[in-house]
C-alpha cells in the first residue's frame, strides 16, 4: 500500500504517497515537465513530483537513448518522484500513435519512473454511447494488460467513460478492483477548456464514488488553480500543470479566481517575487523569452500557492468554505457548486462529524452542505414528544438565553416582547387538546440548520455557526420546508409571532395563552438527548439512566462531567459539545447497541495492543460498521464483540476498511 491518509474535510483528504523517489504530501500539483525543452527549475518553486511525457521520450531516439542509459531521473534532471503518461494523450489529440500499451509499459519500467500509465482511450466528451463503451473494453482490456506487464513499476489506471456517469461508475468499480497504485480520471481536458464544469462534477463523483477509498485519484489535465479546491473537495488528490507554461507562452497570468491577460494589467495580480518585482509595463518590454520564463514562475507561484491553502483549509475543516468562495470567480462553476447538491449525501459519509472551524454561510448553495442534511437526519434519532413550542433564534447558545426568558413567563421580562405573541397551529394531524404539563420540546428555528432542540444547542455545529441576519429567499423556503417536516411529529405546535414574520409563515393559527406553560430546563433530560442524537435512540437512557450526578464548569456553568457515584461514564467536551466516553460509558453503550452498530472489530493479533490503549492500525480492522463517519466515538472490540477499548474514528468506515495502511482509530482508552 502506497497511500495513506491524515486529514479528512468534505471528500478531500492530505495523505502520504509513498513512492520509489520519496513520499509526496496531497493533495500536490504535478508540473509537466518537456522532457526535451525544459528551461524551468519547477523544483526550485515548490515541486515535490512531476509528471513527463514517455511517449515523446520513446519518440526521440536521442532522448530514448539517454533514458534508457541513464534514467529517466537524470534525463529530465529531478530527482523527486517523476510520473510518466504514456501517449494517451496523443492518441486522443493525433489519433494514432506508434507503440503498443505493452511496449509503453516495459518502457517506462525500463527508465525507472516511479508511477506509470497504460494506454487508455481519452474518448472525448458527448459522443455516441456505443463508442465510449467500445472505447472503455479497450481501457479496460489494457489495464489488465499493462498489470501482467509491469514487475515492480506503480501503475495509473484511468477511468474512462466520456460524459456518460455510469460508464464512468462502471469503468471506476473495474480498475478499483484490479490492483493499481493511482486512479487518474481522464478525458476531462475538453471540458475544462469549455468550461462545463458541471459535467466534471458528474463524471468525478461517478467515480470517485466508485474508486477505492484508499488509493489517491488524479484529476488529468486539470491545471488551473481555479479548480482545485473543488475537485479536492470531490476526493481528487493529484493535479497536474502543463498550465503554467501553456498560459506563459500566451501571456496569461493564473489566480485562483481567474486568468489574467498581461496586456489587460496596469498592477501586477499578486505578491509573488515575479509580481513584486516587475510592473506589467516592465514585462511587457521584454523579449518573449525571458517574459515567458518570468509569467511561468508567477503561475507555478500562484498554483502552490493554492494547493497549501487547500491543505490548510482540510486541515482547518473549511475546505467547503473555501469550495463556495472559488466557485463564485465563475458562472460556470457556480453551476458546478449548485450541482454538487446532488451528491450530498455520499459527501456525508466521507465529511468529519467535528471539524476545528464553524460552519459559515455564503449563500444559498450552503444549504446543501453535507453537515446540513446530517443534522436533519440525526434529529429522527431524538424522542418523540407530545408538543413543541417554535422559537426564533438567539444569540448562540440559544438555551443559555432563551431558558432565563422563557423560565420567567408572567413576569416582566423585555425579551419577551421580541417573541411577540404565540399562537397554536391549527389542523395538525390530532385536534385534541393537550395536557399543559404534556412533555414539550422548546425548538429554535434558524439558518441554516432548520430546527434545533434546545437540549442539543451546543453540539457541533449547532452552536458553532455563523449565517447572515437578513434572509435570503431560499433559506426561508428552505427552513419553511423543514418545519413543516419537523412539525408532524407532534401533537401540538406553538409558534411564536417574530418566527411567523421571519419566515413569512402562513398556518391557520389559534391565540395561545403563553404564560400557562412552566418550562422546565433539565440537564438529566439534556444530557440523554445529547447521546441520542450523537449515538442512537435510547443511548441516553443506557449511558444516563441510572442516578447520575451532573458536574458543571465553574466558570462557564455548562455541563462538563456525568458521574454514577464515584465513577465518571462521559465527559462532555466543551469545544464541540460531544460526550466523551469513559470506560464504564463504553461498556455501557456496548451493552446497549446491538453488533455492529458503533464497532471497529480488531483482528486477535492487535488485541492485546487495543487493551494496552494502542491506537488501531487499519490493517488490523477485520470488521466495522459501516455507518461510522470520520470523528465519531466508537468501540473497539474483538470477533467475540467482547469489548477492548474505545476510541475516536480518523476515517470512515469504507476507508478503514480499504486501508492497509496508517491510523484508523485513536484509542482513548483500553480496558486492558
Ligand atoms: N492527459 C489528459 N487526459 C488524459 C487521459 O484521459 N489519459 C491519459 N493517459 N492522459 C491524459
Ligand atoms: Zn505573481
Redesign the pocket.
Known amino acids: 500500500m502506497n497511500f495513506e491518509i491524515k486529514y479528512k474535510d468534505a471528500m478531500g483528504r492530505i495523505g502520504i504517497l509513498k513512492t520509489p523517489h520519496g513520499n509526496v504530501k496531497t493533495p500536490a500539483l504535478m508540473p509537466v515537465i518537456h522532457p526535451g525543452k525544459q528551461t524551468i527549475d519547477v523544483k526550485k518553486y515548490g515541486a515535490d513530483i512531476v509528471i513527463t511525457n514517455s511517449y515523446i521520450i520513446y519518440k526521440n531516439e536521442e532522448l530514448k537513448k539517454k533514458a534508457l542509459e541513464e534514467g529517466i531521473h537524470n534525463l529530465i534532471n529531478f530527482d523527486g518522484p517523476i510520473v510518466t503518461?504514456?501517449g494517451?494523450?496523443q492518441l486522443?489529440v493525433y489519433g494514432d500513435i506508434d507503440v503498443t500499451n505493452k511496449e509503453i509499459i516495459e518502457f517506462q519500467e525500463k527508465i525507472g519512473t516511479d508511477i506509470g500509465?497504460s494506454l487508455?482511450i481519452?474518448t472525448p466528451p458527448y459522443v455516441k454511447r456505443e463508442r465510449a463503451e467500445k472505447e472503455l473494453e479497450i481501457t479496460l482490456e489494457r489495464a489488465k494488460e499493462a498489470l501482467d506487464a509491469r514487475e515492480n513499476l506503480m501503475l495509473n489506471s484511468?477511468v474512462?467513460g466520456s460524459t456518460f456517469p455510469n460508464l464512468r461508475a462502471k469503468c471506476a468499480e473495474a480498475i478499483g478492483q484490479m490492483d493499481f497504485e493511482v486512479y487518474?480520471i481522464?478525458?476531462?481536458?475538453p471540458l475544462l477548456e469549455n468550461y462545463k464544469y458541471k459535467d466534471v462534477v458528474d463524471i468525478v463523483m461517478a467515480s470517485v464514488a466508485n474508486l477505492p477509498p484508499s488509493r489517491p485519484r488524479h484529476l488529468?489535465?486539470a491545471g488551473h488553480p481555479m479548480v482545485f479546491a473543488l475537485a479536492v473537495a470531490m476526493g481528487c488528490d493529484l493535479f497536474d500543470s502543463a498550465a503554467y507554461i501553456l498560459y506563459a507562452q500566451d501571456d496569461r497570468l493564473m489566480m485562483p479566481n481567474g486568468t489574467y491577460k498581461l496586456q489587460d494589467l496596469s498592477e501586477m495580480p499578486c505578491s509573488c517575487e515575479v509580481c513584486t518585482k516587475y510592473t506589467p509595463n516592465d514585462l511587457r518590454s521584454m523579449k518573449k523569452e525571458q517574459r515567458m520564463k518570468l509569467i511561468a514562475q508567477h503561475n507555478l507561484h500562484v498554483s502552490f500557492a493554492e494547493i497549501r491553502k487547500i491543505r490548510q483549509a482540510i486541515i482547518d475543516g473549511s475546505l467547503l468554505e473555501l469550495v463556495e468562495q472559488r466557485c463564485r470567480a465563475h458562472p460556470y462553476l457556480l453551476d458546478a457548486l449548485r450541482n454538487l447538491k446532488n451528491y450530498t449525501e455520499l459527501m456525508e459519509e466521507y465529511d468529519p462529524e467535528y471539524k476545528n472551524s464553524a460552519f459559515f454561510y455564503s449563500g444559498p448553495e450552503s444549504l446543501d452542505r453535507p453537515e446540513i442534511f446530517r443534522h436533519l437526519n440525526r434529529l429522527s434519532r431524538l424522542p418523540q414528544k407530545n408538543r413543541v413550542l417554535l422559537l426564533p433564534s438567539f444569540k448562540k447558545p440559544y438555551s443559555k438565553n432563551i431558558q432565563n426568558i422563557l423560565t420567567n413567563f408572567g413576569r416582566d421580562e423585555p425579551d419577551l416582547e421580541r417573541l411577540g405573541n404565540f399562537y397554536k397551529i391549527k389542523n395538525l394531524k390530532t385536534e385534541n387538546n393537550l395536557d399543559i404539563d404534556e412533555p414539550l420540546q422548546a425548538t429554535v428555528v434558524d439558518v441554516p440548520f432548520g430546527v434545533i432542540p434546545l437540549e442539543i444547542d451546543e453540539i457541533y455545529p449547532l452552536a458553532q455557526n455563523e449565517s447572515p441576519s437578513l434572509l435570503d429567499e431560499d433559506s426561508k423556503k428552505f427552513v419553511k420546508n423543514i418545519i413543516n417536516e419537523y412539525i408532524n411529529n407532534f401533537n401540538e405546535v406553538i409558534i411564536s409571532e417574530s418566527l411567523i414574520k421571519r419566515f413569512d409563515l402562513d398556518f391557520q393559527l389559534e391565540n395561545f395563552n403563553i404564560d400557562e406553560l412552566r418550562l422546565q430546563f433539565d440537564d438529566k433530560e439534556k444530557i440523554k438527548y445529547i447521546a441520542d442524537y450523537q449515538f442512537s435512540t435510547g443511548a441516553g437512557e443506557a449511558l444516563f439512566g441510572t442516578d447520575v450526578s451532573i458536574v458543571k464548569s465553574r466558570k462557564t456553568g455548562k455541563i462538563r462531567h456525568v458521574y454514577d457515584g464515584e465513577d465518571l461514564i462521559a465527559t462532555l467536551r466543551a469545544s464541540d459539545g460531544i460526550f466523551v466516553l469513559s470506560m464504564l460509558g463504553a461498556k455501557r453503550l456496548h451493552e446497549f447497541l446491538e453488533y455492529p452498530k458503533s464497532r471497529v472489530v480488531v483482528n486477535s493479533d492487535s488485541e492485546p495492543f487495543a487493551r494496552e490503549g494502542k491506537s488501531i492500525f487499519a490493517k488490523f480492522v477485520i470488521d466495522i460498521d459501516i455507518n461510522i463517519r470520520a470523528n465519531e466515538e466508537v468501540l473497539i472490540v474483538n470477533e467475540n464483540d467482547d469489548l477492548l477499548a474505545f476510541g475516536k474514528s480518523i476515517l470512515n468506515a469504507h476507508e478503514i476498511k480499504d486501508l492497509k495502511t496508517g491510523q484508523a482509530v485513536k484509542t482513548r482508552k483500553g480496558g486492558k
Do not use: I, R
Request: charged share 10%.
Open positions: 503518461d504514456s494517451s494523450f486522443s500509465t487508455d481519452p484511468v474512462q487518474p481522464g478525458a476531462v481536458v488529468m489535465g
